[in-house]
């Protein structure tokens, strides 16, 4: 009796002995391994789509050999990334540093899952010799590093983790708040230097007093409700009409927000329509005597007309956490040679200065580990893209026990006219029980559940799919 929930992924063409893998592992899945239970399925399951009542259990689709996935982890990647890839039954290579260039390459020849932070680049010329890579885990928030064009134009899925320190930036937000109007930086460098100044001129309790949030994605709606609960009023702007938390109210403009809010902070990504959004213009619309606070990114604030705002007394005092431009590492670099304006800045009162660390804490990192590893299994097993940051988002329900027979064909490919034709006829001799396609740029990713389909013609499927000239990568799962 073949198994019901083992599941496999037919290597790629250009691995060494193709023919080989493919026999040996087409001719496995009927063997005698024991259902796979994976410690990983409750984020396995999707909504039903035949609606409601009783679904059968579902499938696990997971790579037969699962000892023969092999991962490598770069950087000290959290050591619950690490967990929940071991688990799987992956060979895993965890390192705590990056790797030279050379060793680089020689490493990532024959893994099919890599895991890094910030320091790898992932270059296309090391990603070219990455023969059997599937899929790169950014276990961090920025993809820079990796050249994400050719990984997409290679087949290779990227995947990072945007919002798994939004908590942590918020609590910063909210240290800052009380922070800046009680002074508390000025305080602190005097002690430090042996001055005691012991004033109340100028501070202020937070209750009462209205927060404008400038941005209300993942960092601005979870700083509303922190704000909230310390007794301050709740205003926000965002370009999307959103439901406020709490009892938090949007405003419709820039302007409106900064006229009203005693406290500014920002929350936007970086874009050409947000470069400067905060100039000379906006700080004459703020409140004299109101505060500042930037840890979306550099470019949003224009430095210079804060450091004049603040000089004029607009500003009681600001909070940056992030810069135009940032040093490469740790070390003695806030400077003018970084930033002409740099000392400037330092020498401004109540202007509390941080090394981007808006999302640097123990919990963001324990959680960028669970999310990026969760991405990669699933890419890995189920071929689901959700989340990618280089290739279209496609998934599909789960299959389950009742379907036995069926493969889940993925196909990787360039986005030319007719291809979906040639496709389809392939797979139209078989029952395609689901099937989505969807394409970001020049690739496209097409997921097709098939039913009733035996060995010789999961061969002939792979191969006819192969053949194809518009093929990138074929995957096909059971
Ligand atoms: N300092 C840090 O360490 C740190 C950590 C995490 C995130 N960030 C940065 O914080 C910012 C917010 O992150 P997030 O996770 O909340 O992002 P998000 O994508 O969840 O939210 C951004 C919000 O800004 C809105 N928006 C976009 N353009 C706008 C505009 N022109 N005017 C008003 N609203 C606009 C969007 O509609 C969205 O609601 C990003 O720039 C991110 O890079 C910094």
């Given amino acids: ?4 929930s083992t599941a496999q992924d037919i290597p790629q063409r250009n691995s060494n002995s193709h023919a080989d893998d493919l ?3 087409v001719s496995s899945s009927f063997g005698a391994q024991e259902a796979g239970t994976s410690p990983t399925a409750s984020f396995h399951s999707y909504p039903n789509s035949y609606g409601a009542g009783q679904r059968p259990s579902t499938k696990q689709l997971k790579p ?6 092999k991962v490598l982890l770069l950087e000290n990647v959290n050591l619950t990334g690490q967990a929940i890839l071991r688990d799987q039954g992956y060979q895993v290579e965890a390192l705590k540093t990056s790797l030279p260039e050379d060793q680089l390459i020689e490493k990532i020849s024959d893994v099919h899952v890599i895991g890094l932070r910030s320091k790898t680049q992932l270059t296309a010329s090391v990603l070219k010799h990455a023969k059997n890579l599937i899929v790169i885990g950014c276990f961090c928030i920025g993809t820079n590093q990796v050249d994400l064009k050719y990984a997409a134009e290679n087949g290779i899925c990227v995947f990072n983790s945007p919002f798994s320190n939004s908590r942590s930036v918020a609590e910063l937000m909210i240290g800052e708040i009380i922070a800046l109007a009680r002074q508390i930086g000025d305080r602190n460098n005097e002690l430090h230097r042996g001055v005691w100044n012991k004033v109340s001129n100028g501070c202020w ?20 409700v922190l704000a909230e609960a310390m007794g301050m009023k709740v205003i926000y702007y965002d370009v999307v009409n959103l439901m406020g ?14 006229q009203q809010a005693d406290f500014v902070t920002l929350h936007v990504p970086e874009l050409p329509e947000t470069m400067d959004m905060l100039s000379t213009h906006q700080f004459a619309q703020m409140k004299k005597g109101s505060y500042l606070i930037n840890a979306s990114r550099g470019s949003v604030v224009d430095i210079p007309a804060l450091i004049k705002a603040s000089q004029d007394g607009i500003l009681a005092g600001a909070a940056l956490d992030v810069y135009p431009n940032e040093p490469g590492g740790n070390g003695e670099h806030f400077h003018n040679d970084l930033n002409s304006w740099t000392q400037e800045l330092r020498d401004l009162k109540n202007v509390i200065l941080t090394p981007h660390i ?10 960028i580990g669970v999310e990026v590893a969760h991405a990669l299994v699933k890419y890995v097993n189920l071929g689901t893209t959700s989340g990618a940051v280089n290739m279209p988002e496609v998934t599909l329900r789960s299959l389950t026990m009742d379907e036995p027979n069926h493969v889940r064909v993925i196909y990787i490919h ?21 099937q989505m396609t ?3 740029g020049d690739v496209a990713y097409l997921m097709a559940d098939i039913s009733n389909v035996n060995t010789s013609e999961i061969k002939d499927l792979y191969q006819s799919l192969e053949d194809l000239g518009s093929r990138i990568r074929t995957r096909v799962l059971y």
Wanted: hydrophobic share 35%; no cysteine.
């Fill in 1 to 4: 009796m073949p198994p019901a």
């Fill in 23 to 25: 026999a040996r592992i």
């Fill in 64 to 69: 037969f050999h699962t000892k023969d996935i």
């Fill in 205 to 224: 309790e937070v209750r009462g007093k209205t927060l404008g949030i400038v941005g209300y994605g993942h960092v601005g709606s979870q700083l509303s």
């Fill in 245 to 258: 938390l709490g009892t938090t109210a949007q405003v419709q403009s820039l302007d409106e927000l900064l």
């Fill in 358 to 367: 808006g999302g640097s804490t123990e919990e963001a990192q324990s959680a």
């Fill in 414 to 434: 360039r986005n030319v006219p007719g291809v979906l034709r040639k496709v389809n006829e392939i797979l139209g001799d078989h029952n395609v029980d689901k």
């Fill in 438 to 440: 969807d394409s970001r």
